[in-house]
């Protein structure tokens, strides 16, 4: 079974719009982390954001946002006020057994997204 | 953030030689090293994970033999493709990470690899 689920493979946005960007995951371990990385043409994974399972508190950091619903196990990032510079690939991830010293990071399929002027 | 520096960052090689990759975590130790590769646009696979001084753990599906993965010190980690093949075309991503960190998951730059 797919560990995270990322169901939108491409999605545009207007410039200066916000937009989510969907993702589920599955685990049984109550002790995970997700994580949302950027990846622009370049090859780069860029880290924008994390959040812990026991986070009471939905991330944010700066002009992102994860809307963190446990109950739903779903982790989507929301992208405020894009930009032309927002346009990457968006991997979320999710590492199990955070009490696991080097658990191993697993990612979703991920989202291509295009910023139109 | 922690710097990682991987070299080469792009390489070319005939099929049938062998490519090695380094990756270094420059101001950072690396208890542990994750090796991915990524065909374009797709996803990163997880091809094996390495603590120092220890053998790397492989995934299923990953020649061990093929992918010689060193991590002898905490600032270094090699990836050899042995016997490379076109289909070893891809992007290769090291990651490191220290032992009790919950957070913290630095990536190296990428190397492409073609092999013609």
């Known amino acids: 079974a797919q560990k995270i689920t990322q169901t939108q493979p491409g999605m545009f946005v207007q410039e200066k719009e916000a937009v989510t960007l969907d993702c589920t995951y599955d685990?049984?371990?109550?002790?995970?982390?997700l994580f949302w990385y950027k990846q622009p043409s370049s090859g780069e994974m860029i880290f924008l954001i994390y959040q812990g399972s026991y986070d009471q508190q939905n991330a944010t950091e700066g002009r992102y946002s994860l809307n963190f619903q446990k109950a739903r196990k779903s982790a989507n990032l929301v992208i405020s006020a894009s930009q032309l510079g927002d346009s990457a690939m968006y991997f979320c991830?999710?590492?199990?057994?955070?009490?696991?010293?080097?658990?191993?990071?697993?990612f979703g399929e991920g989202t291509q997204l295009t910023v139109n002027p | 953030g922690a710097v990682v520096s991987q070299h080469p960052s792009w390489v070319i090689c005939k099929s049938g030689t062998s490519v090695k990759i380094e990756c270094r975590s420059l101001d950072f130790q690396a208890t542990t090293m994750f090796w991915y590769r990524q065909f374009p646009k797709q996803s990163l696979m997880l091809m094996a994970t390495s603590n120092e001084g220890s053998k790397a753990t492989y995934e299923q599906g990953v020649e061990k033999d093929k992918f010689l993965i060193n991590h002898a010190s905490l600032t270094l980690s090699t990836l050899t493709v042995t016997s490379a093949h076109p289909e070893d075309s891809s992007f290769y991503i090291c990651s490191p990470t220290s032992s009790g960190s919950t957070y913290e998951q630095y990536f190296g730059p990428g190397t492409r690899l073609t092999v013609t």
């Open positions: 685990t049984s371990d109550p002790s995970y982390g």
């Open positions: 991830a999710m590492r199990e057994g955070l009490r696991t010293s080097g658990s191993r990071l697993t």
